[in-house]
């Protein structure tokens, strides 16, 4: 069974991929959320899989709420893994995870890093659309070793280093804090089209008069309003304005 969270597809093209080779179930973490499914059964020996982007080093904090309700009782998964999408680099997400599934007296077998296509809009400008289609293509490869090794219940690549860790300590309690929605706004080219207010994962859009309003003081800050927008009329603040937009092509 694999539980996937994705703002802006990467996470979500993985998680298909992985079921494609090991006929597993996948599962969407925003719906199971938004629907309070907690409670899984596996069959005997099925693996679990946990597919997410890093957030400031981290989990999406929708994640980590998933993982403290989650319910796999009477059932004791032989081999559980965990494949984190990323800009370049998850810092000590592993140890976060490990902690978290701990605490749920599960034991992380396997934590694979892959770095695809940065969609951290809020900070920077994002790839060209050259450049996100060969930044894809390079993932590839190492997509492909990550689902051999999945697929005999292998271990990780690497453990997170020391510093790794330390940057994980001091980064992601900024996120954790933050995540503010007061600097969302559309501009004049949304056309109404309420996409937006469907794929928020928060439920942190309304559309109010035909505009979309953030009606949360906080989100998860994944990202999928501003780049999955067809008008690119969503902004945060100002930088936001000449930025390019993201969204994997599995979206599309
Ligand atoms: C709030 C936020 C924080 C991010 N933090 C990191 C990070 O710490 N390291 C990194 O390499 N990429 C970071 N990224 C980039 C994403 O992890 C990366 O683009 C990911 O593959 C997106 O997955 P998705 O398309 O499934 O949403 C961040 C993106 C967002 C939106
Ligand atoms: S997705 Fe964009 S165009 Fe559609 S309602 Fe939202 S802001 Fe407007
Ligand atoms: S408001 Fe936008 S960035 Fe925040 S959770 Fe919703 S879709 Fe993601």
Known sequence: MIF???GTGNSLYVAEKIRNKIGSRVIDISK???????KYELDAKESVGFVFPAYYYGLPTIVADFISKLDLTDTNPVHIFAVVTCG???GGADRLLNTLLKGKNLHLSAFYELPMVDNFIFGYDLLSRQEQED???????????IIKSISVKGTSDKPST???????GAIYPIYQRGRKTRKFYADNRCNSCNLCEEIC??????MVNGRPEWTKEQCIHCVACINRCP???????QSTKKRNRYVHPILK
């Open 4 to 6: 996937y969270f994705s």
């Open 32 to 38: 199971a959320m938004t629907e309070n499914q907690f």
């Open 88 to 90: 370049a680099n998850c």
């Open 135 to 145: 930044a894809l293509k390079n993932a590839e490869g190492k997509l492909m070793g």
């Open 162 to 168: 020391f510093l790794e860790r330390m940057l994980t």
């Open 201 to 206: 994962p928060s439920k942190a859009i309304k």
């Open 231 to 237: 008008q690119e009329a969503i902004q945060y603040g």
